[in-house]
């Protein structure tokens, strides 16, 4: 070889060389188990996201508007779906093997256990992450894995209006369930109008279980192991039938959904029902003439006081054009202080990142009192795969229960066994 070919050899080398890494300088490994070989390629997410209220879906629309505006290579494919039948457009959607990229919704651990969830820990930022309150991120948590983020939460409290009470006699919200029982008898014998309002329709059963179970001093599950059908999970449902059977409920709590009830209660048909925070900011602006109050959720003579939270999340399901990078922006999109805390005052719910929690606990003192108190709540089992099952089984359970067509304690045997096969 000529020692010309061999400098022009060497020249080719070298320029093979120089682009090899001005290539490896386009393409980074960015954290979120994707490599990003342009930065202007482009992507999309489709989100479906629960109706919480009227205002849901404006606020959403706008949010990805405003999302795209800024990135504009990322385009959003967004659904507001209704609670009532948010669950049967998501499973359609994942039976067709169309899973949206990002769901809202209360329940994650089956679709975890079938492999279907991309983990949080590849697309959450740190700094989201690190916002988060960690008591909220346990139940997000499947063996080790983040499989979802907390978006809002609630507490559960006693809400009754004054006026009823002041009328009948009554000075302070029921503590216990021997309180509960006489309260509601002295407004149904007093004002002619149903004393406590109890939501066992499909929508809310699981949360009326839940506070006399947890009530009672039992609950769903004890010691990581479900404990459905344990004797003071009985009882607090056999308290409850008899509260009905007395007259002493609404008398539809398996047809009126609890939402339904806070307007009788605003009506001034109602003395009292439990319901979550969103009470005291959706039913003052329908009844703003309305004096309402709130209280504990009563408990059996001797139990600690229950406080029971709830949250929603969100989670990614593996689709064909998931793109991490791109869910991350947008996640952090979402929970950008201003934004978020428009969201959680326009819902009336809890915020799930300290920054915003600590403003809005700083300016008002019943948010402080309600985030203070979510801490030491206790929560539904999200994080374990038979719970959706066991939530789905409890949706026609209120009536056959009410009407004896079977006793509380055959139902809950039901539920237990439910329970049990979907852990295997």
């Known amino acids: 070889?000529?020692?010309?070919?061999?400098?022009?050899?060497?020249?080719?080398?070298?320029?093979?060389?120089?682009?090899?890494?001005?290539?490896?300088?386009?393409?980074?490994?960015?954290?979120?188990g994707s490599a990003s070989a342009n930065p202007d390629a482009k992507?999309?997410?489709?989100?479906?996201?629960?109706?919480y209220s009227s205002s849901t879906k404006p606020y959403f629309e706008k949010l990805v508007k405003d999302f795209e505006t800024k990135y504009p290579n990322i385009t959003v494919e967004l659904q507001v779906i209704n609670w009532d039948i948010l669950d049967s457009a998501y499973n359609?959607?994942?039976?067709?093997?169309?899973?949206?990229?990002?769901?809202?919704?209360?329940?994650?651990?089956?679709?975890?256990?079938?492999?279907?969830?991309?983990?949080?820990?590849?697309?959450?930022?740190?700094?989201?992450?690190?916002?988060?309150?960690?008591?909220?991120?346990?139940?997000?948590?499947?063996?080790?894995?983040?499989?979802?983020?907390?978006?809002?939460?609630?507490?559960?409290?006693?809400?009754?209006?004054?006026?009823?009470?002041?009328?009948?006699g009554i000075t302070q919200p029921p503590k216990d369930w021997k309180s509960l029982e006489e309260d509601a008898r002295k407004i149904k014998e007093t004002k002619q109008v149903d004393g406590f309002g109890?939501?066992?329709?499909?929508?809310?059963?699981?949360?009326?279980?839940?506070?006399?179970?947890?009530?009672?001093?039992?609950?769903?599950?004890?010691?990581?192991?479900?404990?459905?059908?344990?004797?003071?999970n009985v009882e607090g449902i056999t308290f409850l039938k008899d509260l009905y059977e007395k007259g002493l409920t609404d008398a539809e709590p398996t047809v009126t959904t609890r939402d339904e009830k806070q307007r009788i209660l605003g009506n001034g048909k109602l003395g009292m029902l439990i319901s979550?925070?969103?009470?005291?900011?959706?039913?003052?602006?329908?009844?703003p003439g309305l004096k309402w109050g709130k209280g504990p959720i009563p408990v059996k003579v001797g139990q600690t006081p229950l406080v029971l939270g709830v949250q929603d999340v969100l989670m990614s399901f593996k689709t064909n054009h998931t793109n991490k990078e791109a869910l991350s922006k947008f996640l952090d999109f979402m929970y950008e202080d201003a934004r978020y805390e428009e969201f959680v005052l326009r819902e009336g719910f809890l915020p799930t990142i300290r920054t915003v929690g600590s403003?809005?606990?700083?300016?008002?003192?019943?948010?402080?009192?309600?985030?203070?108190?979510?801490?030491?709540?206790?929560?539904?089992?999200?994080?374990?795969?038979?719970?959706?099952?066991?939530?789905n089984a409890t949706r026609n359970m209120g009536q056959t229960v009410l009407l004896g067509q079977t006793s509380p304690k055959q139902a809950l045997d039901r539920l237990q066994q439910i329970a049990l096969n979907k852990s295997h």
């Open 1 to 32: 070889m000529s020692q010309f070919d061999q400098r022009k050899r060497g020249l080719l080398i070298i320029l093979l060389q120089l682009t090899a890494v001005l290539f490896t300088g386009c393409t980074r490994e960015d954290g979120l």
């Open 43 to 51: 992507a999309s997410i489709t989100f479906v996201a629960a109706e």
């Open 92 to 168: 359609t959607m994942i039976s067709r093997n169309e899973p949206p990229d990002l769901l809202l919704t209360n329940i994650y651990a089956h679709f975890a256990k079938d492999g279907l969830l991309n983990s949080m820990d590849d697309i959450m930022s740190k700094e989201l992450k690190d916002d988060i309150y960690p008591y909220l991120m346990e139940s997000s948590k499947m063996e080790g894995t983040q499989y979802t983020v907390p978006y809002v939460a609630t507490i559960r409290q006693l809400y009754y209006n004054k006026d009823i009470f002041n009328e009948v």
């Open 198 to 232: 109890v939501d066992l329709t499909d929508n809310e059963i699981w949360a009326y279980l839940s506070y006399f179970f947890y009530g009672a001093g039992g609950g769903w599950m004890k010691n990581g192991e479900w404990a459905i059908n344990s004797p003071e």
């Open 276 to 287: 979550g925070n969103y009470f005291e900011t959706v039913v003052p602006q329908e009844y």
């Open 359 to 391: 403003k809005l606990a700083k300016d008002d003192p019943s948010m402080k009192q309600n985030l203070d108190a979510i801490k030491t709540a206790k929560f539904y089992p999200i994080q374990d795969p038979a719970w959706s099952a066991v939530l």
